[in-house]
């Protein structure tokens, strides 16, 4: 063995050493570690390279790993979830909050990493209490970020915020809000392929980060366009697929139009036939689109669901082929299966006649409630044609796609020191989201633009149909 090779596996017997032996037990069931039981206790003899990237999350968080399964479907899943503390201002003590994660692959390795992944990500996000190295004070001097543009913020939901404020405030006061002058410590942006940096509010980055308005905790944090790997270029590149995969799923969800059929040939290449037999074999009815888009990139939704179009579940994926696109977009979708009957087994009391969509996660009441077929033009669907299927993308093309057309992309280097897994959190104030964001032209002017629809909608029509999953 290497001595490199001998560092890292001394490093890997500490942190196992300190690990409790449920914690074993998960990542040997899974196949992550391999070893041997001595004395009714377990000795690592040898774990899996990708898991080694892991292991502070592991020794600090001992999230728990279940292997989840769906009858006769080949591929494997895990569902995680792990409990951590973060400071209350409100008290002097600490809250705990529980991170649920899914994962899924081909293997239960890729299943667990996956979940890992997940949950990896979410506690990046997460501030460090008034130590956290990722923030400082505002300092006027730099340049500063225009918070409502960056957020997508209409004039409108400014206003709804700043009533329901005023609604809530003991001192019966209305106060205009201004996101940019709010007290708050900040993060530091970096522009994608231009030499820019600014300073912006830590509230809209990192969740647990708050600023104060009519005594009202304020935080527009969010995970899109965030991704974990073993590298920043590598998080990098994952963030901005999912950036633009929200861009364009966003702009077909709002407006009901801009998808096509994936040609049958094509998702059969993508799945393999031991998925795409399953999937033609169960009660449930899978669909597979292309989602337009001007950018470099191939998108795709997975939906399934029964008759009338209930019980919908969504997956939807980015990527550089189409191919690749289709695969995660259905491993994606049958995820969102899993948990969509966790739901119902955890909210059975919530239906029939005390069925109220107000106490459900917004994903179980649409599917008790919505119809896919009413909300996306499913039947009216023609086939996709072109060259551009087989077309090969990368993130180099895909970035000066985005440049071209004089949009912006801000990232935020969000790898925590105590995880010190690189994670890369992405924002534009351009790109559309699967949040209800109206303030941003592109939702309105792009599709007709591209000619797919004669004159822009209302943010009064994109408010009456929020996204579901």
Known sequence: MSEEGQQRAQVETSVFSKLPQRMIEDLYRIGLIDGDRENGSFRPRDVSKDLSLFLPLLSTFTPRL??????????????????????????????????????????????????????????????????????????????????????????????????????????????????????ARVVTLDRLGVESRIQMPGFGVLFNEYAAFQGQNLSFASSAGCAVWASRQGARERALLELCERDAVDQAWYNRLGITFLPSEVVEASLGSDLSDFLAERSRFTRFFRVATDLNVHVVIAVSFFDRGRSASFGAAADWSTCAACFRAAKEMLQAELSLDLMEHSYQKYSGNSFNPAKLPRQLAYAREGSILADLPIEECEIATGTELATVHSYDSLLESILDRNMEIWEFNATRPDLNIPCVKLMSPDLCSWEPRFGKKRLYNNVVERGLRAKPATEAEFASRPFPF
């Open 66 to 183: 279940v292997p989840a399964a769906k009858e006769n479907c080949p591929l494997q899943f895990c569902t995680g979830i792990l409990n951590a503390g973060f400071p209350d201002d409100q008290q002097s003590d600490t809250v705990e909050l529980a991170f649920p994660a899914g994962g899924q692959g081909k293997t239960s390795i890729d299943a667990a990493l996956g979940c890992l992944g997940e949950l990896a990500e979410r506690l990046s996000l997460c501030v460090l209490g008034e130590s956290d190295p990722r923030l400082t004070d505002r300092d006027l001097l730099q340049p500063q970020v225009d918070f409502t543009r960056l957020l997508g913020l209409s004039r409108g939901q400014i206003a709804r915020i700043e009533a329901a404020a005023f609604a809530r405030s003991a001192t019966g006061k209305s106060e205009r809000l201004d996101l940019d002058t709010l007290p």
